[in-house]
């Protein structure tokens, strides 16, 4: 069982910055994919960001340009930076990690989620 633990989250004012950081049970070389996913209130999830084991990013086009993410491989932990914060940022982020294996049977794992909130 894959566990992922999100931090990071909190209020911050429009033009600010937060750094999340999801910390898995297992190694990050692991997984094909890690990334970040948001829901707001009424909405549906949706990708942020996500990067493959090789290290290609996707980025939504609403984020683009503000948020960065990177993987520490040595600390199993992936982050976003999220620069520029706006209130439309505001949601429930939470961290995703996908596993494949030679059958093509996938697993998908979701950490609990971590609110932010953009809001003068």
């Known amino acids: 069982q894959v566990q992922l633990v999100e931090s990071g989250g909190g209020l911050v004012q429009p033009g600010g910055s937060l750094r999340l950081s999801c910390a898995a049970s297992r190694s990050t070389f692991s997984f094909n994919t890690m990334g970040w996913y948001r829901q707001a209130p009424g909405k549906q999830r949706e990708l942020v960001v996500d990067i493959s084991s090789g290290g290609i990013r996707n980025y939504a086009n609403s984020v683009e340009g503000r948020f960065t993410i990177s993987r520490d491989n040595a600390k199993d932990t992936v982050y976003l930076q999220m620069n520029n914060l706006k209130p439309e940022d505001t949601a429930v982020y939470y961290c995703?990690?996908?596993?494949?294996?030679?059958?093509?049977?996938?697993?998908?794992?979701w950490g609990q989620g971590t609110q932010v909130t953009v809001s003068s």
């Open positions: 995703n990690a996908r596993i494949c294996y030679s059958d093509a049977t996938c697993y998908t794992y």
